[in-house]
């Protein structure tokens, strides 16, 4: 009808059937054009659709490989983990001779030398007492030279283990004592008399200039552990590995030992341990209590 009013006014004529057939004829082309159109737009829809299904394809089959690739990555972290533990304690201290009896007295200042860096030990021991012994002992810590008591409390025997809590700290370069008591009445006379399950055992505080030093070096490594995002058991063992690694001259032998207390401290300060760790700890202490003869050998002040 647009077509028809505007020939009426450009022409001033009117053409009868010749309009009506071009106007029918424009009508048929743009049908075809908006049918091309149709066709065109139906063409690149299924085109990208497709193009989009194979990209959806590629990028699930990417993401397949990166998986498997993380979880094979996953595998030989943990793999090299175990070995690297499995390595670190297949090392084995020598051990000073001590008093045989049912509770072996581990740590401090029986394992490779007397010297300690932490200058708040563990003290270990392992092993049970006579069945018919109570388990409620008393566990001191006192000055050599003075016999002074630094530190004294009730302890459990079976509980094998226990940190130093005391208010005064341990001195840089001096020399201590720890031993294990515990109180018996005696039937004939009704009195009380302390009986020691841990002979005196005795342990140095390294010196101030020493212990700054390897406490800026395990800082140091602690930062470049977080980075990595090592878990706090791969951070303990790692310092554990560096107090092993740690030379520290025996006057007696002429030879170097190691920092084996401090090493020791760190494989028990781990919460929640993994089951590789708690298995390394028993085995490391049970063969530390039932040493070879050669093992066994005076140890350094």
């Given at each position: 009808?647009?077509?028809?009013?505007?020939?009426?006014?450009?022409?001033?004529?009117?053409?009868?059937?010749?309009?009506?057939n071009?106007?029918?004829?424009?009508?048929?082309?743009?049908?075809?054009?908006?049918?091309?159109?149709?066709?065109?737009?139906?063409?690149?829809?299924?085109?990208?659709?497709?193009i989009?299904?194979?990209?959806?394809?590629?990028?699930?089959?990417?993401?397949?490989?990166?998986?498997?690739?993380?979880?094979?990555?996953?595998?030989?972290?943990?793999?090299?983990?175990?070995?690297?533990?499995?390595?670190?304690?297949?090392?084995?201290?020598?051990?000073?001779?001590?008093?045989?009896?049912?509770?072996?007295?581990?740590?401090?200042?029986?394992?490779d030398?007397?010297?300690?860096?932490?200058?708040?030990?563990?003290?270990l021991?392992?092993?049970?007492?006579?069945?018919?012994?109570?388990?409620?002992?008393?566990?001191?810590?006192?000055?050599?030279?003075?016999?002074?008591?630094?530190?004294?409390?009730?302890?459990?025997?079976?509980?094998?283990?226990?940190?130093?809590?005391?208010?005064?700290?341990?001195?840089?370069?001096?020399?201590?004592?720890?031993?294990?008591?515990?109180?018996?009445?005696?039937?004939?006379?009704?009195?009380?008399?302390?009986?020691?399950?841990?002979?005196?055992?005795l342990?140095?505080?390294?010196?101030?200039?020493?212990?700054?030093?390897?406490?800026?070096?395990?800082?140091?490594?602690?930062?470049?552990?977080?980075?990595?995002?090592?878990?706090?058991?791969?951070?303990?063992?790692r310092?554990?590995?560096?107090?092993?690694?740690?030379?520290?001259?025996?006057?007696?032998?002429?030879?170097?030992?190691h920092?084996?207390?401090?090493?020791?401290?760190?494989?028990?300060?781990?919460?929640?341990?993994?089951p590789?760790?708690?298995?390394?700890?028993?085995?490391?202490?049970?063969?530390?209590?039932?040493?070879?003869?050669?093992?066994?050998?005076?140890?350094?002040?």
């Amino acid at each position: 009808m647009f077509n028809f009013k505007f020939n009426l006014k450009s022409t001033g004529k009117i053409t009868g059937k010749t309009d009506t057939n071009k106007i029918q004829t424009a009508f048929n082309s743009q049908i075809k054009s908006s049918q091309i159109k149709i066709l065109t737009l139906t063409f690149l829809v299924t085109a990208f659709s497709s193009i989009s299904n194979q990209s959806w394809a590629k990028s699930t089959i990417t993401l397949n490989y990166k998986s498997q690739d993380y979880k094979s990555q996953n595998i030989l972290i943990a793999q090299q983990f175990t070995g690297w533990v499995s390595k670190l304690f297949g090392k084995r201290p020598t051990k000073t001779n001590s008093a045989r009896s049912l509770i072996c007295p581990v740590s401090p200042g029986l394992v490779d030398n007397l010297i300690i860096w932490h200058d708040k030990p563990l003290f270990l021991w392992h092993g049970q007492l006579e069945p018919e012994k109570l388990p409620e002992a008393k566990l001191i810590v006192r000055e050599f030279e003075t016999q002074k008591v630094v530190w004294e409390t009730d302890i459990n025997i079976t509980q094998q283990k226990i940190l130093y809590k005391g208010t005064k700290q341990l001195q840089p370069g001096k020399l201590y004592q720890w031993l294990i008591t515990q109180e018996l009445i005696t039937q004939e006379l009704s009195t009380q008399k302390a009986e020691e399950i841990i002979k005196p055992t005795l342990f140095r505080i390294m010196s101030a200039a020493e212990r700054d030093k390897i406490n800026l070096d395990l800082q140091e490594m602690e930062v470049k552990l977080k980075a990595n995002k090592a878990s706090s058991e791969e951070i303990a063992l790692r310092k554990a590995e560096y107090f092993l690694n740690y030379e520290v001259p025996n006057q007696n032998t002429n030879k170097s030992t190691h920092l084996w207390s401090d090493a020791i401290l760190l494989f028990y300060s781990v919460e929640n341990p993994s089951p590789l760790l708690q298995q390394e700890r028993e085995k490391l202490l049970k063969d530390i209590c039932e040493p070879s003869v050669s093992t066994n050998r005076p140890i350094s002040l």
